[in-house]
């Protein structure tokens, strides 16, 4: 361990551990968790010291009663919007001069035929302030000890404890309104316009907004991570210094994304699969995001056939078409699962936050009765915010019933900052209440164990953030952080040891990875597993047969070839370091030293060359980025925008072969899993366009608390 690193802890935090006894104790299971690296004892002994000194308060959900019994709803493709719609509106779309946005100020950068493509496939989506139910069940409120206590209703009722409660709707700020919104089945080829209008300032349904979502009612979509032109790509770097020249964009604004659905450099192997898009907006992103502003982009690749939906063509991957009559598709037995975390007031939580000045209405600090079972959020967390309700598209703990043949799994995690690890679980007794099991505080995260359960199927994994693999990996579990994405065939005609399903069968996608808070895991299949944390998300019932021409493939995609000499750029790397802060307040998290300045180019760390080059890169160039963890004991979920990256190296090891603790390290992806203390150099390129880009933490109390940076692409 290096002498800085042991002055960056300082005395206090050292003696939290003891350098000798965690050289003799813990090094062992440093790799375990996470923390192999030259300063892993430092990030030991800064969990130890966090932990010493914060203390932070968050309500225990009131326990689904009734779990596993709503159905799973699976969006369908929005419709377009007909041209003689949409070329009668005021302000239609169109290449020229202001017609951007309702600004007025701003153009396309590119066109779709300066790639030789269509004019755009145009859809229209409103903000809007909606209620969302997460469970038609019965709940039962319960304190930390997992004991009955009592509730409240809005209009200040109290209930005595042990009263079975019906939730209130929570409020949500969603895209047409709903949680997780639209699904926009897209194709390459096939460009598209999404008009995106603010109505967060109109509430029909007098809905009480509490006290989270951007106080101003703004918000700035952001197609993650599309190959997109920055007016497009909804970044703060380039709002605040174009476009809007704010945070985002105001009630009664609009804008018009334009994304080419074209892949980088015009290369084939850069196709991508499984897009979702998310507010942004500057300083309030996991807010908005928590609040609802969620949807999901499915890309299809109709080239050759080879992933357009149909098995009987091309890569035979699981996805039965229909082509609908108002210019949509929908995809049977091809399911994008959007995973997210919620946490529900109990009404004596105190709400006291750095925040809470933006909401006077809330007269915070206060405990607040009259928002008992709605959403509640924490904006400045020290360790970042997680629920202690799984949901998955919306619904808690949803029950989805399949035919016995192959399905095409797109997992998305939309959470603020938890990450999950999960298996294909078999369970003879079923679910039982972790509260009725005897666990009590951060254990009753997820509400619900199955002590029996056992992995009864693999996953087959067929494509990450970046699309489609090389070839299938076959996997017992896998870990999906905030933002990734994850693709998987499942066989539900068959047990791994071979045995047939039968009709009435059910299976349990399961999270086995245990995390307390948004720091890290505290336990995982990679960090000395809990046999006892196996927490069900989602009930599979196995259904009737079903025709299934699909196929798991050999091969797919091919990687575009790294350059035979790309060790040689090492030296002259860019090398941001990703690190808390000693400030506190809104400067909590900062990359190199410094936090975020929208306005501004971020510059490198001095590298083994000698060099502090700026964070920007010419059009068509590409270059080795180093991101490092500067350790105390998190991880980091880094994006960079706009295009696909290829890790190559981690702790200065080769991994272009591959790393078990990484297996998607052999694709490319957006998002850079950083383990604690970890350095991570991935090689990507700057094609097609030229703007301001950012790159951030997408754990988003870390990104809303400064920690990303800006960049850009010169002609």
């Not at 897009?275 to 690749?301: A, C, E």
């Not at 059009?619 to 994006?639: A, C, D, K, Q, T």
């Amino acid at each position: 361990m290096s002498r800085r690193a042991i002055l960056r802890i300082g005395a206090a935090g050292t003696a939290a551990v003891g350098l000798q006894a965690a050289r003799s104790l813990l090094v062992p299971s440093l790799s375990q968790a996470g923390l192999l690296s030259p300063d892993g004892v430092v990030g030991v002994a800064s969990i130890a010291w966090a932990d010493a000194i914060y203390t932070e308060a968050f309500p225990t959900s009131p326990l689904i009663l009734s779990p596993f019994t709503d159905k799973l709803p699976i969006p369908k493709a929005l419709a377009p919007v007909p041209q003689s719609v949409y070329s009668g509106w005021a302000k239609p779309p169109g290449p020229g001069n202001g017609q951007q946005s309702s600004l007025g100020n701003e153009r396309h950068q590119k066109w779709p035929d300066s790639v030789g493509y269509p004019d755009p496939i145009v859809y229209k989506i409103d903000v809007l302030v909606r209620g969302h139910a997460f469970t038609t069940s019965k709940v039962l409120p319960i304190d930390a000890n997992g004991k009955p206590t009592v509730s409240f209703d809005v209009a200040g009722k109290t209930y005595a404890a042990g009263t079975q409660r019906t939730l209130p709707l929570s409020t949500i700020y969603g895209f047409n309104g709903s949680f997780p919104g639209p699904r926009i089945n897209a194709e390459y080829g096939k460009p598209v316009l999404v008009r995106f209008e603010n109505h967060l300032d109109e509430n029909p349904l007098g809905l009480d907004r509490q006290d989270f979502g951007a106080p101003d009612w703004s918000f700035l979509t952001h197609l993650h991570n599309g190959h997109t032109a920055p007016e497009s790509d909804g970044n703060p770097h380039y709002t605040m210094k174009y476009g809007p020249k704010s945070h985002g964009y105001l009630p009664q604004m609009f804008v018009d994304n334009l994304y080419l659905n074209w892949p980088a450099g015009g290369d084939d192997r850069e196709k991508q699969s499984f897009f979702w898009f998310h507010d942004h907006r500057m300083d309030q992103t996991g807010s908005n995001v928590y609040k609802g502003m969620v949807g999901l982009y499915p890309i299809y690749d109709p080239k050759g056939g080879l992933d357009m939906g149909d098995e009987r063509q091309g890569f035979r991957l699981p996805g039965v078409r229909t082509n609908n009559p108002d210019g949509s598709f929908d995809v049977d037995y091809d399911i994008p699962l959007a995973i997210f975390d919620a946490r529900l007031d109990d009404g004596v939580t105190l709400h006291n936050d750095i925040h809470d000045k933006e909401f006077p209405d809330a007269k915070n600090p206060k405990v607040h009765p009259e928002w008992w079972g709605k959403t509640f959020f924490k904006h400045f967390p020290n360790h970042g915010f997680v629920g202690d309700i799984f949901t998955v598209n919306g619904t808690a703990y949803p029950t989805l019933e399949v035919k016995r043949r192959k399905y095409r799994f797109r997992f998305l995690d939309a959470s603020v900052s938890r990450i999950y690890e999960f298996k294909l679980m078999s369970s003879t007794q079923g679910p039982k209440s972790a509260a009725s099991l005897g666990y009590s505080d951060t254990e009753l995260e997820g509400q619900y164990r199955i002590p029996d359960g056992q992995q009864c199927m693999k996953f087959t994994q067929i494509a990450s953030d970046g699309g489609l693999l090389p070839f299938p990996i076959t996997r017992d579990s896998f870990e999906l952080w905030p933002a990734k994405r994850r693709e998987f065939v499942v066989d539900f005609t068959r047990y791994q040891d071979g045995s047939p399903t039968t009709k009435g069968d059910v299976i349990y996608l399961t999270n086995v990875m245990k995390m307390p808070d948004g720091r890290m895991w505290s336990t995982s299949s990679r960090a000395s597993a809990d046999p006892d944390y196996k927490v069900p998300v989602m009930k599979v019932v196995i259904g009737d047969n079903a025709p299934d021409d699909s196929q798991i493939p050999t091969q797919m995609r091919p990687l575009p070839p790294l350059p035979s000499n790309w060790q040689n750029m090492l030296d002259d790397r860019l090398i941001f370091e990703v690190k808390r802060g000693s400030a506190g307040g809104e400067t909590e998290w900062l990359i190199n030293g410094k936090q975020f300045e929208p306005a501004t180019v971020s510059t490198s760390l001095k590298n083994k060359a000698g060099n502090a080059p700026p964070a920007q890169q010419k059009m068509n160039s590409f270059n080795l980025w180093e991101i490092r963890n500067g350790g105390g004991g998190w991880v980091h979920p880094f994006h960079l925008h706009m295009e696909e990256h290829r890790t190559v190296m981690r702790n200065n090891k080769d991994v272009t072969g591959g790393d078990p603790s990484h297996p998607d390290d052999v694709s490319r992806e957006d998002l850079v899993a950083l383990d604690p203390s970890e350095s991570v150099i991935i090689y990507r390129g700057f094609r097609d366009f030229v703007g301001p880009y950012v790159a951030h933490c997408h754990n988003l109390a870390h990104e809303d608390h400064s920690m990303m940076f800006g960049w850009e692409i010169t002609p």
